[in-house]
């Protein structure tokens, strides 16, 4: 199938092919038809199957006409991170149409954002907290929000924001469109789903289960060995983008370092980084410089790498949620991507339970040069892998994860303020005005967000000034 199937507008037609899109990816091609047709989707796809796009392109398409300068397109987002990436979806796609869209986040001030709402525009991608607060000041009029969209409900639950969605739910109509994404679905977003779609369509990729043009596979290893299996293991795989991940931010660090000092070309997303650092490290994997990038779960959310072939779990995810949404940063729109996990024996009760996920045994592989029965050499390894407490899998990210990005990017955003809302006409917004960065909607260094502050004290405001995107 190609996107002439969809009769797109020539403006946005254009927009598709400006970005080199072929062909529409499985969840486009059954999800499109349908939301053009204006009725309430329910798609089940996780991050990198091309599910922005599938809700983007018929929202602008139903844009294009009626009034413009007021918001008739919400969608909500758990990360500052991926309510830009969302944002700046639509300005690529519909640079053709004389659109606009803002992104509304937190860690930023409001002023910018209050400018760009004032000015008129038809599209807002919003966190929950900080919509809620332009609601509660009057700065946002949702009256008119024809098309709602829940994006990664599932991770808007795992982050505690559900009370806010069904804030933001009912600050706009009952008559309107709702699509809601979600790459699982756990109880309470069946509940939230049956609240607020109508007769919805239900588009499931892949059974929610990892991108199936990702191959999986485990290697089982003593915790002290970690290291030295990977420094093993990383010349076996080709040219190809490596995203490691670790359990904590220390030993993101640590990795990394022993990977440098070993002469591979990595580096490290963590928060302890000054914000130079950290956006050289994004730049210099997305560009190639470095080929492994190894990262906590917070850190590396939505880094958006389509040359990323490989995702090694260092240390095995808590939930097969998260393995879910960490493979999801390989074979991304279809292209194919291997998904290695190092596995010690604490692990087997995770590891089954991924395997439940995925509906089958992953493959168990060793390397035949590699010494299993090594001794650890001195400070080249972990004695241990710190692990949180268990079972807990609706926490929140960790205080000290939400800090550590939270405030790098906030230095980042002081350094080069950046309009908050981008006109859609290329004219306005070249390539130049495209920006990525990795933040979580949760204000970090231990202080609340704009909107807990406002629910302890109701007349704490949004404090923080700073050039919004
Ligand atoms: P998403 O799942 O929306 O985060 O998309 C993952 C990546 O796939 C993004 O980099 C998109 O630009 C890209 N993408 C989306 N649709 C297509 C398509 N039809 N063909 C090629 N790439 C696509």
């Given at each position: 199938?190609?996107?002439s199937?969809?009769n797109l507008?020539?403006?946005?037609?254009a927009?598709?092919?400006?970005?080199?899109?072929?062909?529409?990816?499985p969840?486009q091609?059954?999800?499109?038809?349908p939301?053009?047709?204006?009725?309430?989707?329910?798609?089940?796809a996780q991050?990198?199957?091309?599910?922005t796009?599938?809700?983007?392109?018929?929202?602008?398409?139903?844009l294009?006409?009626?009034?413009?300068?007021r918001?008739?397109?919400?969608?909500?987002?758990?990360t500052?991170?991926l309510a830009?990436?969302?944002?700046?979806?639509f300005?690529?796609?519909?640079r053709q149409?004389?659109?606009?869209s803002?992104?509304i986040?937190?860690?930023?001030?409001?002023?910018?954002q209050v400018?760009?709402?004032?000015n008129?525009?038809?599209i807002?991608?919003?966190?929950?907290?900080r919509?809620?607060d332009h609601?509660?000041?009057?700065?946002?009029?949702?009256?008119?929000?024809?098309?709602l969209?829940?994006?990664?409900a599932?991770?808007?639950?795992?982050?505690?924001?559900?009370?806010?969605?069904?804030r933001?739910?009912r600050?706009v109509?009952?008559r309107?469109?709702?699509?809601?994404?979600?790459?699982?679905?756990?109880?309470?977003?069946k509940?939230?789903a049956?609240e607020?779609?109508?007769?919805?369509?239900?588009?499931?990729i892949?059974?929610?289960?990892?991108?199936?043009t990702?191959?999986?596979?485990?290697?089982p290893?003593?915790?002290?060995?970690?290291?030295?299996?990977?420094?093993?293991?990383?010349?076996?795989?080709?040219?190809?983008?490596?995203?490691?991940?670790?359990?904590?931010k220390?030993?993101?660090k640590?990795?990394?370092?022993?990977?440098?000092?070993a002469g591979f070309?990595a580096?490290a997303?963590?928060?302890?980084?000054?914000q130079n650092?950290?956006?050289?490290?994004l730049d210099?994997f997305?560009?190639?410089?470095?080929?492994?990038?190894?990262?906590?779960d917070?850190a590396?959310?939505g880094i958006?790498v389509?040359?990323?072939?490989?995702?090694i779990?260092?240390?095995?995810?808590?939930t097969p949620?998260?393995y879910?949404?960490?493979?999801?940063?390989t074979?991304r729109a279809?292209?194919?991507?291997?998904a290695?996990?190092?596995?010690t024996?604490?692990?087997?009760?995770?590891?089954?339970a991924?395997?439940?996920l995925?509906?089958?045994?992953?493959?168990?592989r060793?390397?035949?040069d590699f010494d299993y029965?090594a001794r650890?050499?001195?400070?080249?390894?972990?004695?241990?892998?710190?692990r949180?407490p268990?079972?807990?899998?609706?926490?929140?990210p960790?205080a000290?994860?939400?800090?550590?990005?939270?405030?790098?990017?906030?230095?980042?955003a002081?350094?080069a303020?950046v309009?908050?809302v981008h006109?859609?006409?290329?004219?306005?917004?070249?390539?130049?005005?495209?920006?990525?960065?990795?933040m979580?909607?949760?204000a970090?260094n231990?202080?609340?967000t704009?909107?807990?502050?406002r629910?302890?004290n109701p007349?704490a405001?949004s404090s923080?000034?700073q050039?919004?995107?």
């Amino acid at each position: 199938m190609t996107f002439s199937g969809f009769n797109l507008s020539p403006r946005i037609a254009a927009g598709v092919t400006q970005l080199g899109y072929q062909e529409p990816t499985p969840i486009q091609e059954k999800a499109i038809p349908p939301i053009m047709a204006g009725r309430d989707v329910m798609g089940l796809a996780q991050t990198g199957t091309g599910k922005t796009a599938a809700f983007a392109l018929p929202i602008l398409q139903r844009l294009e006409r009626g009034p413009r300068r007021r918001p008739r397109s919400l969608i909500v987002a758990p990360t500052r991170e991926l309510a830009e990436q969302i944002h700046q979806s639509f300005v690529a796609l519909g640079r053709q149409t004389g659109l606009r869209s803002v992104a509304i986040y937190g860690g930023v001030g409001m002023t910018q954002q209050v400018q760009a709402l004032r000015n008129g525009v038809e599209i807002v991608v919003a966190c929950p907290g900080r919509l809620l607060d332009h609601v509660g000041q009057g700065t946002v009029d949702l009256s008119g929000v024809e098309v709602l969209v829940l994006d990664e409900a599932d991770r808007m639950f795992d982050m505690g924001f559900l009370p806010d969605v069904r804030r933001i739910v009912r600050a706009v109509p009952g008559r309107r469109q709702t699509l809601l994404f979600s790459a699982t679905m756990p109880d309470d977003i069946k509940s939230l789903a049956a609240e607020v779609l109508t007769n919805p369509l239900t588009v499931q990729i892949g059974h929610a289960a990892p991108a199936e043009t990702v191959s999986h596979a485990l290697y089982p290893v003593p915790q002290h060995l970690k290291t030295a299996l990977l420094k093993t293991l990383l010349p076996t795989l080709g040219q190809g983008s490596v995203l490691v991940f670790t359990r904590t931010k220390h030993r993101a660090k640590r990795v990394a370092e022993q990977l440098a000092a070993a002469g591979f070309r990595a580096t490290a997303l963590q928060g302890n980084l000054s914000q130079n650092k950290r956006q050289a490290a994004l730049d210099g994997f997305r560009e190639g410089a470095y080929q492994i990038m190894v990262a906590t779960d917070i850190a590396a959310r939505g880094i958006d790498v389509l040359s990323i072939s490989h995702v090694i779990n260092y240390d095995m995810p808590d939930t097969p949620e998260a393995y879910t949404h960490r493979i999801g940063r390989t074979g991304r729109a279809e292209r194919t991507g291997e998904a290695y996990t190092l596995v010690t024996p604490d692990d087997d009760a995770d590891v089954r339970a991924v395997e439940r996920l995925l509906g089958g045994r992953l493959e168990r592989r060793t390397l035949s040069d590699f010494d299993y029965r090594a001794r650890p050499a001195n400070a080249d390894e972990f004695a241990r892998g710190p692990r949180p407490p268990r079972p807990q899998p609706k926490r929140a990210p960790a205080a000290s994860e939400r800090a550590s990005v939270a405030s790098v990017t906030h230095q980042r955003a002081s350094a080069a303020p950046v309009p908050a809302v981008h006109p859609l006409p290329l004219g306005h917004d070249g390539p130049g005005g495209v920006h990525r960065t990795t933040m979580p909607e949760r204000a970090g260094n231990g202080r609340p967000t704009n909107s807990q502050a406002r629910r302890r004290n109701p007349s704490a405001g949004s404090s923080r000034v700073q050039g919004a995107r």
